[in-house]
């Protein structure tokens, strides 16, 4: 995870955003000042009992920012650097997701500031249980529907969802997405935001005359998005020639094979020395010539200090937060294309609405209908984007923006203001 120091402007650099597709819009300063402010925080402060009978104190917070298109939806991630700004920051970008993808959802987010990789199975089921009793009043199918982010999974939601069902006497599927299979889950939901970003960068690639067959790529953080994403580029015909992990980098430009890669990490925590390819450092990574650049790891990664030396053709932005503003001025000046995060890692909020809406008529889909729907939408919000951006000459980032904001204004303006 980043440091405290590089997250603590994500909320300022959301609300800067959010003020320059305003003025592109031309909202009026009351709408402004609805759209900029989260409407519900919750933080929370609880006890744990540790496996050695020692109890520790752990602080959470649940945000929504808005829910005037549905009810909130957002990860809950377990950070030791968490803090009320980066979840603020982050329930603002599900609501601009959600909006430019179609969902009836709102955006919220929560966390646990504790360092979960200390904690044994048993205290990570305590501490979820007691957190998810705390931010209770918040939660619900038709309220806020939580759903897995950073060091947090398929059990976490099960933990989540058993312990709302049993403070209110009967089983509620629909009140998390990213649940196991067999008590509700979707198909196709791991593979989601993967899927999702891969169809994103091939349309956008189109318009720069990349297509992925031929096509050469570099993959900057290689967890379970960017592993599933590079498999998804070799099949299509991407020669990977670099991929990098938090720590290290590793090239070959005749291509990595992607499944060696994936086992390497599995067996080593790490992509440092991977047999056939030569060591990169993180700084030169960008630099080097490529297709297609893919930011699936860390946040603000790609800044002024190296945006300049970008060789890419196109940056995908599939982590959150990865590219920051001055990258974007730099990138933009060159004629490089970024797909923003809100679009690019919109496939994972996608399918947990498949998943709601399954759960909600207990009636489920195939893999195949869920790809296919995914898909589906995908193709649209892709296309309203490079609509947008080429109707008002505007980047990427800058039409996503206002397509979503148009978006949760106009049903803000519709709903009104009560009483």
């Not at 189109?206 to 290689?222: C, H, K, M, S």
Request: net charge negative; charged share 25%; with cysteine.
């Amino acid at each position: 995870m980043p440091s405290t120091t590089r997250t603590a402007n994500l909320w300022a650099i959301a609300q800067r955003r959010l003020d320059e597709a305003a003025e592109r819009l031309e909202l009026d300063d009351g709408m402004r000042r609805v759209l900029r402010l989260p409407k519900r925080e919750l933080t929370v402060s609880f006890p744990v009992t540790l496996d050695d009978g020692s109890v520790a104190v752990y602080t959470g917070h649940r945000v929504q920012h808005n829910v005037n298109r549905g009810p909130a939806t957002g990860g809950i991630r377990y950070v030791p650097d968490l803090t009320l700004d980066q979840i603020r920051a982050l329930a603002m970008a599900n609501t601009w997701k959600a909006a430019l993808v179609q969902i009836p959802f709102g955006g919220a987010m929560g966390g646990v500031r504790v360092d979960a990789k200390r904690l044994s199975v048993s205290e990570r089921e305590g501490l979820t249980r007691r957190f998810a009793t705390e931010i209770a009043p918040f939660l619900g199918p038709d309220r806020d529907i939580p759903s897995p982010d950073v060091n947090t999974g398929s059990q976490t939601m099960a933990w989540m969802m058993d312990t709302y069902s049993m403070h209110r006497g009967r089983t509620s599927p629909g009140a998390v997405i990213g649940k196991p299979l067999e008590i509700g889950g979707s198909r196709g939901r791991r593979e989601a935001t993967s899927l999702g970003a891969l169809r994103a960068i091939e349309l956008v690639a189109r318009t720069a005359n990349v297509e992925l067959a031929g096509a050469t790529a570099i993959i900057q953080g290689f967890g379970r998005v960017g592993t599933i994403l590079a498999r998804g580029l070799e099949r299509a015909g991407t020669r990977v020639i670099a991929i990098a992990d938090d720590e290290d980098g590793v090239v070959n430009e005749d291509g990595i094979a992607i499944d060696a890669a994936v086992r390497w990490m599995r067996e080593h925590d790490r992509i440092e020395a991977l047999p056939d390819t030569e060591p990169v450092k993180l700084t030169d990574l960008v630099e080097m010539p490529c297709d297609i650049l893919v930011h699936a790891g860390l946040q603000s990664q790609l800044d002024e200090s190296n945006a300049g030396g970008v060789r890419a053709r196109v940056v995908a932005e599939v982590a959150g937060g990865a590219v920051t503003p001055e990258a974007d001025v730099a990138l933009a000046e060159r004629g490089i294309p970024v797909i923003p995060d809100i679009l690019s890692s919109a496939g994972g909020l996608v399918v947990g609405y498949f998943e709601w809406v399954q759960d909600m008529q207990a009636f489920f889909w195939n893999a195949g209908q869920v790809a296919s729907e995914l898909e589906r939408v995908m193709d649209r919000a892709v296309a309203s984007v490079c609509e947008t951006a080429e109707r008002h000459r505007v980047t990427l980032r800058q039409a996503a923006e206002m397509v979503a904001v148009a978006r949760v204004a106009e049903a803000t303006s519709l709903r009104g203001l009560y009483p």
